[in-house]
């Protein structure tokens, strides 16, 4: 009977079986890193809006308060989007018959809200109120970037519940004080904090880790 | 090799390598592929609509799933407990029965696990049980029952294929010797390592049998009290019982041989193996039912025993399941997992091919009953009268349920159509110091 298999065929299978195992290291590893990555999260992707909206031009050049438009950061979960009646109250006096403005001006004038895509989603079972952050010293900056310097506006950090986290474990050094909350570029964070507050946050950070915190 | 044991292997493995294997197979086949189809349309459903085509509701959050799941972990369990200590104690049955045992233990993992996958409603997150780095940054709950079964199956699944597969070894290789086309040699010669024979190689064998045997006896205690503490630690009155793990190891053995018993005296009758099983190895299979549902009785009793020393609130909750609402389920768990392996007493019962399959389908039939009335009728008198509701499961639930039942049956039927069913080395060498001697 004729050999079923050569003598190189033990040394083949070996080989395959270090090979898997390593295959498997390797899988793991690719995975660990893909799923860390910006590009996973689509950080730095900006989303097709239906007006090329520049935030480098109206928040970072003509310096406008951030809470000009989205009015409701400092009251609700929501920060909001401003309405178009927000957007003429400076569009009916400049850039007047500009094409790129028709769905503003239709908006204002049918009453329809202006379909923007939301760049920073999450999760429908994750409850994040813009309020509660914004007035405690968590600045726009923190989780938005420099907003003020994006042509486009797009994602700066991965917005993972790990990197949430990162900060409800230890909030203190992600804090500014309340009258720089608003500020572009400000530096350095977790200085200038009352001495109370910190002490608070060495406590709380049990409450802010807790599931119902953030799931309810 | 004499031509004797020339003989036992021509004809065990003449099943795995013939091109035809009958209508009746065939029919039994087509049957629980049906099953499975049934299976795969409930999965789906399940998984699109989610738990909500279930019956289960506050406080029945375990309906099917769990009756299910607890069943088919007590067949895999007392399936593989019961080859282990075969192969530990070189017993003369383990030639007969180990593989079925084996095989056994196996599929119903298989069946088993199919349940707390689903029963998470989002089955394509079951990995987050698993505490790898994920990027939430948070452990699984350790304390949670959830994590609990992810252990005890996955353990299981691998502790029970590799003393399936580590058995199957030298089998493989007389396959791959006996193999007419030469695709079918080089793939069982790959599944067969290499295996030649030498007396180093069965040295080998030997030991990484008995390893793996040795593995599974205090592993198979441990998942089987871990199924039974995910009821005794929660605070439902009927469950909060130390008792627990007793019943499940003990209920599961008896379970777990009885299906053992079924599967072997129908395929010692279907294959007609009746040379290889003789009536001893029924007997004795017959008697250690017997021996199993006699604990089971034990631990009933106990269970009332302990139920009167209990507190209040605990013995009504144990007395409520077996005179309120599922009291029927209680009783059918008696009178065919105690009453009915009764039979076996008789030397005639026990080496009937249809009484074999009468009473281990029966014990099987009346340990499910012992689940459902564990896990709905224990939860029936909860602390608090306003949740006292009752359960019925819905048609989703029922077609599941079948479902793995096909796909049980689908399993073994192609495990005898490929693989040979009894071990024929090991029978080979029964036979070998039988004519020494």
């Given at each position: 009977m004729?050999?079923?298999f050569?003598?190189?065929?033990?040394?083949?299978?070996?080989?395959?079986?270090?090979?898997?195992?390593?295959?498997?290291?390797?899988?793991?590893?690719m995975?660990?890193?893909?799923?860390?990555?910006?590009?996973?999260?689509?950080?730095?992707?900006?989303a097709?809006?239906?007006?090329?909206?520049?935030?480098?031009?109206?928040?970072?050049?003509?310096?406008?308060?951030?809470?000009?438009?989205?009015?409701?950061?400092?009251?609700?979960?929501?920060?909001?989007?401003?309405?178009?009646?927000?957007?003429?109250?400076?569009?009916?006096?400049?850039?007047?018959?500009?094409?790129?403005?028709?769905?503003?001006?239709?908006?204002?004038?049918?009453?329809?809200?202006?379909?923007?895509?939301?760049?920073?989603?999450?999760?429908?079972?994750a409850?994040?109120?813009?309020?509660?952050?914004?007035?405690?010293?968590?600045?726009?900056?923190?989780?938005?970037?420099?907003?003020?310097?994006?042509?486009?506006?797009?994602?700066?950090?991965?917005?993972?519940?790990?990197?949430?986290?990162?900060?409800?474990?230890?909030?203190?050094?992600?804090?500014?004080?309340?009258?720089?909350?608003?500020?572009?570029?400000?530096?350095?964070?977790?200085?200038?904090?009352?001495?109370?507050?910190?002490?608070?946050?060495?406590?709380?950070?049990?409450?802010?880790?807790?599931?119902?915190?953030?799931?309810? | 090799m004499?031509?004797?044991?020339?003989?036992?292997?021509?004809?065990?493995?003449?099943?795995?390598?013939?091109?035809?294997?009958?209508?009746?197979?065939?029919?039994?086949?087509?049957?629980?592929?049906?099953?499975?189809?049934?299976?795969?349309?409930?999965?789906?459903?399940?998984?699109?609509?989610?738990?909500?085509?279930?019956?289960?509701n506050?406080?029945?959050?375990?309906?099917?799933?769990?009756?299910?799941?607890?069943?088919?972990?007590?067949?895999?369990?007392?399936?593989?407990?019961?080859?282990?200590?075969?192969?530990?104690?070189?017993?003369?049955?383990?030639?007969?029965?180990?593989?079925?045992?084996?095989?056994?233990?196996?599929?119903?993992?298989?069946?088993?696990?199919?349940?707390?996958?689903?029963?998470?409603?989002?089955?394509?997150?079951?990995?987050?049980?698993?505490?790898?780095?994920?990027?939430?940054?948070?452990?699984?709950?350790?304390?949670?029952?959830?994590?609990?079964?992810?252990?005890?199956?996955?353990?299981?699944?691998?502790?029970?294929?590799?003393?399936?597969?580590?058995?199957?070894?030298?089998?493989?290789?007389?396959?791959?010797?006996?193999?007419?086309?030469?695709?079918?040699?080089?793939?069982?010669?790959?599944?067969?390592?290499?295996?030649?024979?030498?007396?180093?190689?069965?040295?080998?064998?030997?030991?990484?049998?008995?390893?793996?045997?040795?593995?599974?006896?205090?592993?198979?205690?441990?998942?089987?009290?871990?199924?039974?503490?995910?009821?005794?630690?929660?605070?439902?009155?009927?469950?909060?019982?130390?008792?627990?793990?007793?019943?499940?190891?003990?209920?599961?053995?008896?379970?777990?041989?009885?299906?053992?018993?079924?599967?072997?005296?129908?395929?010692?009758?279907?294959?007609?193996?009746?040379?290889y099983?003789?009536?001893?190895d029924?007997?004795?299979?017959?008697?250690?039912?017997?021996?199993?549902?006699?604990?089971s009785?034990?631990?009933?009793?106990?269970?009332?025993?302990?139920?009167?020393l209990?507190?209040?609130?605990?013995?009504?909750?144990?007395f409520?399941?077996?005179?309120?609402?599922?009291?029927?389920?209680?009783?059918?768990?008696?009178?065919?997992?105690?009453?009915?392996?009764?039979?076996?007493?008789?030397?005639?019962?026990?080496?009937?091919?249809?009484?074999?399959?009468?009473?281990?389908?029966?014990?099987?039939?009346?340990?499910?009953?012992?689940?459902?009335?564990?896990?709905?009728?224990?939860?029936?008198?909860?602390?608090?009268?306003?949740?006292?509701?009752?359960?019925?499961?819905?048609?989703?639930?029922?077609?599941?349920?079948?479902?793995?039942?096909?796909?049980?049956?689908a399993?073994?039927?192609?495990?005898?159509?490929?693989?040979?069913?009894?071990?024929?080395?090991?029978?080979?060498?029964?036979?070998?110091?039988?004519?020494?001697?």
């Open positions: 004729a050999q079923l050569t003598p190189a065929a033990t040394t083949l299978f070996r080989v395959a079986i270090v090979l898997t195992c390593l295959g498997i290291v390797a899988g793991g590893a995975a660990y890193v893909w799923a860390r990555s910006g590009s996973t999260w689509n950080v730095g992707k900006p097709a809006q239906p007006i090329p909206f520049r935030h480098d031009l109206h928040s970072g050049s003509l310096g406008i308060d951030c809470r000009y438009c989205h009015s409701t950061v400092e009251r609700a979960a929501d920060a909001g989007m401003p309405s178009a009646q927000t957007c003429m109250s400076c569009h009916s006096q400049v850039w007047v018959g500009a094409s790129v403005l028709e769905p503003v001006r239709s908006s204002f004038i049918l009453g329809q809200p202006i379909e923007w895509a939301s760049v920073h989603r999450l999760p429908d079972y409850y994040f109120h813009h309020a509660v952050h914004v007035t405690e010293g968590v600045a726009c900056e923190t989780c938005h970037g420099r907003v003020d310097q994006m042509p486009k506006t797009v994602k700066t950090q991965t917005m993972s519940m790990g990197w949430c986290l990162d900060c409800h474990r230890n909030p203190v050094p992600h804090l500014r004080p309340r009258e720089a909350v608003f500020e572009m570029g400000y530096e350095p964070h977790g200085k200038g904090l009352p001495e109370d507050v910190r002490a608070f946050y060495q406590e709380a950070s049990r409450r802010l880790t807790s599931c119902n915190t953030c799931h309810r | 004499g031509s004797e044991a020339q003989a036992v292997t021509s004809t065990v493995a003449e099943v795995p390598l013939s091109r035809r294997f009958g209508r009746i197979w065939w029919i039994a086949l087509l049957a629980s592929g049906a099953l499975v189809l049934l299976l795969g349309y409930t999965l789906v459903s399940v998984t699109i609509l989610g738990v909500g085509v279930w019956g289960v506050i406080p029945f959050v375990w309906g099917f799933d769990l009756i299910n799941y607890a069943w088919w972990i007590g067949i895999a369990n007392g399936a593989s407990l019961f080859a282990a200590i075969l192969v530990l104690r070189r017993h003369d049955l383990r030639t007969a029965v180990n593989r079925f045992a084996e095989g056994v233990a196996l599929f119903a993992v298989i069946c088993a696990g199919i349940f707390p996958i689903f029963h998470l409603g989002r089955p394509w997150l079951f990995y987050w049980t698993f505490p790898y780095p994920a990027t939430f940054e948070v452990w699984p709950q350790f304390r949670s029952t959830l994590t609990w079964d992810f252990w005890a199956i996955s353990t299981h699944a691998i502790v029970t294929s590799l003393l399936w597969y580590v058995g199957l070894i030298p089998d493989l290789a007389t396959l791959r010797d006996r193999a007419r086309r030469k695709a079918v040699k080089r793939i069982y010669g790959v599944f067969a390592l290499g295996w030649r024979g030498s007396v180093r190689d069965w040295a080998y064998h030997q030991r990484a049998y008995r390893l793996v045997a040795i593995l599974v006896l205090p592993l198979i205690l441990i998942m089987q009290s871990t199924v039974a503490f995910e009821f005794a630690v929660t605070l439902v009155p009927d469950w909060h019982e130390t008792r627990q793990p007793l019943h499940f190891v003990a209920t599961g053995l008896a379970q777990g041989l009885s299906i053992v018993l079924l599967v072997t005296v129908l395929l010692r009758w279907g294959l007609r193996l009746e040379r099983i003789d009536e001893g029924i007997d004795l299979l017959g008697k250690l039912a017997l021996a199993s549902a006699l604990v009785g034990y631990l009933y009793l106990d269970e009332i025993v302990s139920a009167l209990a507190d209040r609130s605990a013995q009504e909750a144990t409520n399941r077996m005179t309120g609402e599922y009291a029927g389920l209680y009783w059918t768990a008696i009178v065919y997992s105690i009453l009915i392996p009764q039979l076996l007493w008789l030397k005639a019962a026990r080496r009937s091919t249809i009484a074999g399959v009468f009473v281990g389908f029966s014990i099987g039939v009346g340990i499910w009953f012992d689940r459902y009335s564990i896990i709905v009728g224990g939860l029936q008198m909860d602390h608090l009268p306003s949740i006292w509701r009752t359960y019925s499961p819905t048609l989703a639930e029922t077609g599941l349920f079948l479902g793995t039942v096909g796909l049980f049956a399993l073994l039927l192609l495990f005898v159509r490929f693989l040979p069913v009894i071990s024929m080395f090991e029978t080979r060498h029964d036979e070998h110091q039988e004519k020494s001697s």
